[in-house]
């Protein structure tokens, strides 16, 4: 074993104690009351880099939630590296459901349990604690590197695209690694070369002025809820296809070599729909999971609300009823161009009686990269070094904005090199890290740096 590797063993549980110190601050992105604990969190981190022996790090303020910047350039003639990540998390209600609060880490059957366990703090530590087993052992890391962790990847990155076109000229690099995806099985390394974009909308339906009697008035007048039942369930068909007209017009057709190299991945279909607690898979016809998933656009409700939820029953027409609702979207789709088309077909669908308004809240474009690009190169050998098995190339259905401006405003390639798993239950209850993928992932990052110090010179990547 070499002295790295020997490193990473021998502190193996410390790291895990400061990743939990980490996921003990609520830094719930969405959650105006959480804004103080996000910066908290911020200055937590950046005081983590500084003391590993980044130099520079800072806490910057934007519009939003403040980005961590720091970096370490002592490797003159040597690649540039970004490492980019996520201190915010999701919200973690419903909180009745959690075995043990979400922000109380604890370990039970070689699990790390908390929010933001896996997306993104434990991906993230296990890059700080790759960085400071470079420095410890070698003094030096064999790239340079810049780390931008940001706190508004959760809610859509606005401020770091700002940061970003603000300090292009400063953020120099060859190579942007980012750990904050999945693997298709707990012994199966991936590589991610695609993910979906998105665009979050919501509805709001508008009946009469006020509540009414349900008996005096049902009858008589559109009922919001109902018209919005209307609404959702004509935005997609029983062949669950996107009703919205155009919506498809923009999505690549699947070369035939991706469709082989998808039929290939060893992507257990029984256990990740038995994952989701679900009967059956259902989904767009024509399309087997993993592409309905991956390459195919889709459309979901998010949250839904209006009228009276409270215990027993309450006889009322409601004034307003509203959707959270998002498309996930894929190459080459663009949310400011189906925007439009989405909120003409939801008014379209209205039925006549009522109000609708529909509010863009974020969107963010697809990313998609080049598989054989020599940057995933060197992350394929990592991985094959770490694992018993090579990785698999894979797509996935979530979306993390800034890669897309990555690829904008620095032309830069992108290594998605994630040890998440489909049971982790990210953004609900109980989500988990399980240590095994911690330990994997933290020794994969450690010899990703390793290869690309050995030599990747990207060339530009812009589209
Ligand atoms: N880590 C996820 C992205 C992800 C999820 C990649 C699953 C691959 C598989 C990230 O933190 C995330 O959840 N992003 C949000 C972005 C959105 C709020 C703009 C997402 O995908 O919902
Ligand atoms: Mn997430």
Known sequence: ???????????????????????????????????????????????????????RAEVVATAG?????????????????????HYDVQPPEPLELWTTPPFEPVVRDGKLFARGAVDNKGQLYMHIGAIEAHLKVNGALPVNLRAIVE????????????????????????????????MLGP???????????????????????????????????????????????????????????GFYDRVRAIPPEEKAL?????????SFIRATGSSVAWGERGYSTYERTTVRPTLDVNGLWGGYAGPGSKTVLPARASAKVSMRLVPDQDPTEIFPRFEAQVKKLAPPGVTVEVKNLHGALPFITEPDHPALQAARRALARAWTKPPALIREGGSIPVCATFQEVLGLPIILMGFG?????????????????????TRSVAY????????????????
């Open 1 to 55: 074993m070499d002295a790295l590797t020997r490193y990473l063993d021998e502190h193996r549980d410390r790291f895990i104690e400061d990743l939990k110190a980490a996921l003990r601050i609520p830094s719930v992105s969405a959650q105006p009351a959480h804004r103080e604990d996000v910066r908290r969190c911020a200055e937590h981190i950046a005081g983590r880099l500084r003391a590993i022996g980044m130099t």
């Open 262 to 270: 998808i039929k290939s991945l060893p992507f257990d279909e029984a």
């Open 65 to 85: 939630h403040p980005v961590v910047y720091a970096e370490w350039l002592g490797a003159p003639g040597r690649p540039t590296a970004i490492l980019y990540g």
């Open 421 to 441: 798993l489909h049971d982790d239950n990210v953004h609900a209850p109980n989500e988990k890290f399980n240590l095994s993928s911690f330990h994997g992932g």
């Open 448 to 463: 990703l740096y390793e290869e690309l110090g050995a030599g990747v010179k990207a060339e530009s990547h812009a589209r």
């Open 151 to 182: 706190g508004e990847e959760e809610c859509g990155s606005e401020s770091l695209e700002t940061f970003l076109r603000q300090r292009r000229e400063q953020l120099s690099a060859d190579v942007i690694v980012i750990s904050d995806t999945g």
């Open 187 to 245: 012994d199966q390394p991936s590589i991610s070369y695609a993910l979906r974009g998105i665009l979050y909308t919501e509805i709001h339906v508008q009946g009469p002025a006020h509540d009414l009697h349900s008996g005096e008035f049902g009858g008589a007048v559109q009922n919001p809820g109902n018209a919005l039942g209307v609404i959702l369930a004509g935005l997609k068909d029983a062949d669950g296809k996107v009703t919205v007209p």
